[in-house]
């Protein structure tokens, strides 16, 4: 399946995704109909794992919403499980070395550009896809293309080694993740203290000087516009659950205040 995200991606389309948190199918069906461009299945803080995981990238596929997965850690299981059921990419949690990011290119990129283990999967119609009846090395360069690699810039390590990892080859971008990037700092949620600011910029030039994209989570609709306005490519609008929240809040007090 084309990677409808990586393309937007390279078009400057400013794609809006969001945290798939709820587990269910259902959830993501009715996601399709409201405009995203992409789900982040959260196999990090969501509940579920890869076999449910499977079953929410079949009913993204069917609405025409992009899936990536963020994974749970860095591992190889972790990240080649996912990948083989059919997600079009990974977001990579708690980041901290340039070795790490260099584990998670051999586990997401085939050879030669990493080491990832290559098998007739969910991902390739188990072999009889139209892509799968290339030379096996055909195969693997097509997936290197599609397939994203994002790491999350979250911790101060990854901060400090930003500019090495972007310019790693099989790294498509980074996400950074302002929560767990602040806590890190030891300024736990002060998106406005001028550290923050700065590393902010500072991850967006490393990207840009890179020709890497630059994604990051907002919470809230006008925190997402800003974001886009201060040269983010693609930004994640809260988690599925948050947003639903927020929405039954708005409108059941513009009710109450009717009645
Ligand atoms: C963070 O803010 O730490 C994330 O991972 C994304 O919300
Ligand atoms: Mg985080």
Redo the contacts with the bound molecule.
Sequence with gaps: MKNTLKEKLEKGMKPIGTFFELGSPSVIEALGRTGLDFVILDNEHGPFEAESSRDFARAAELVGLTAIARVREVSRPAILKLLDIGVQGVIV?DVHTVEEVQKLIDYTKYYPIGKRGFCPTRKDGWGFDEMAQQSVLGQMAYWNREILLIP?C?TVGALEHIEEIVSMEGVDGIFI?????SISMGIPGQFDHPDFVAALERVQKACRDAGKFCMI?AGAPAAVAERFNQGFDSVAYGLDASVLVAAFQANLADIRAKI
């Excluded at 993740?177 to 990037?181: A, H, K, M, V």
């Design positions: 949690p999350q979250e993740g302002p929560f767990d990037l989570f």
